[in-house]
C-alpha cells in the first residue's frame, strides 16, 4: 500500500485527495498538507487523511509517506520535487511542471539519481475518448497523421495575478499546456516551430494598466517530423469548458468533441434545440483524473516508466514559453 500525502489543497489538490481517499487501488491517502490551515483542515475532513502539515518540509521529512502529489502554485513545483526527490519520495507533479525548462531539468535530474518515479500531471491523457482515439491512430486507422488542432475555452474571468503573462503566461500557460502535451503525443514528434497571435476581447477595462494581457491566442504549429498543429486558447468565455479534438490523417480524420455535460437534448414546439452546456474541468475529467493517478501508483508498483515522464513535462514548458514569446514578438519562434 502506497502511502501518499498530497501537498497544496486548493481545487487541483482536493480533485486528487479525493482520487487517493478510494478511488485507486494500492494506495491510500494517509496526509495532506498546506499553510492555510482551513485548506488542509476540510482536505484531511472531507478526504480521511490522518496527518495534516503546514509546512512541506515536515511532510517529507515523515518517513510513513512514500509518496506526494504536489498540487502548489506553479512557483513551487521545483523546490518541493527536488526535495522530495531526496527525501526518497516518489513524486506525482501538476501541470505545468515548472516556469523554465532548466528547473525541469532539476526535478528530472533529481528523481532519476534517487530513483523515484517522477509523473506529470496531464490527465487528458488518460480521458477515455482521447485513449479511444490515440489507439485508432497508433493502429493505423487514419493513415499517418498530417494535422492536429486543439481547442481549450475556459469559462472563468481570469484572476488579477493573470494579468502579468511575463509571470502567468496568460492562457498560454494556464490553459493550454494540456493541448500542446496532446499535439505532441498524437504528433509522435517534438514541435519545430510555432507562431502565435492574441488578443484581449473581453477585458477591455484592464487593457491600459496590463497592455501584453490576451484572453484568446491562435497558434500553429510545425513538428519535427512534418506534422502540422493548431491550438487556440481562450479565458473568460463565459459560456462553459470546452475542449474539442481533431486529427486529420492521409486516409481519415478523428474528431474528439467534449462540449455537451449530458447527452440528453431538448427540443420544443419554437423550433429550439437545448442540451446542457459542460461548464468544468474538474466535471469533464473526473475518470481520467483517478486513472492518471492509477497510473502513478501502477507504475511505482511495477517499477515501469510513467506514462506521462519529466521529459512530457519539460516538452510542454518548452511550448508555453515558445507561444508566449512568438505572441508578445510577433515572430515565428524555433524550438532549440
Ligand atoms: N491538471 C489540471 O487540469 C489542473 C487543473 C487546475 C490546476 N492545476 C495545477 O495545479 C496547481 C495548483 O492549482 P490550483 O488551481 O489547485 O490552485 P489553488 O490556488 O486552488 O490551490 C493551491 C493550494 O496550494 C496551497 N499552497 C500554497 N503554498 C503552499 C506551500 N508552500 N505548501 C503547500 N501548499 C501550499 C494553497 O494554500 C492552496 O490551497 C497549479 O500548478 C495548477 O496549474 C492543474
Redesign the pocket.
Known sequence: MLNVCV?????????HAKSYAGGVTGARLLAV????EE?RASAAADFGAARTFA??HDALADPDIDAVVV????G??RD?VVAAAAAGKHVFC???MASSEAECDEMIAACEQAGVKLQI???RRFEESVQHAKEAIDAGEIGDVVLVKSLTHGPSHPKEWMYDVRKSFGPIG?VSS?DFDLLRWFAGSEVKSVYAVGGNFRSPEVAAEWPEWYDTFAMTLTFDNGVLGMVDGAQYVQYGYDFRFEVLGTRGSILVGQQPRETYTVATADGRIRRPMNNS?TYL?REA?IREAQAFVDAVAQNTETRVTGHDGKMAVRLVNMGLESLLGHSVVFGS
Do not use: N, Q
Open positions: 501537498i497544496g489543497c486548493g481545487r487541483a489538490g482536493r480533485i498538507c498546506d499553510p492555510s485548506a509546512d512541506w498540487v502548489t502554485p506553479t513551487l513545483h518541493i501538476e501541470k505545468p500531471g496531464f490527465m494556464e494540456h474541468w475529467f483524473y
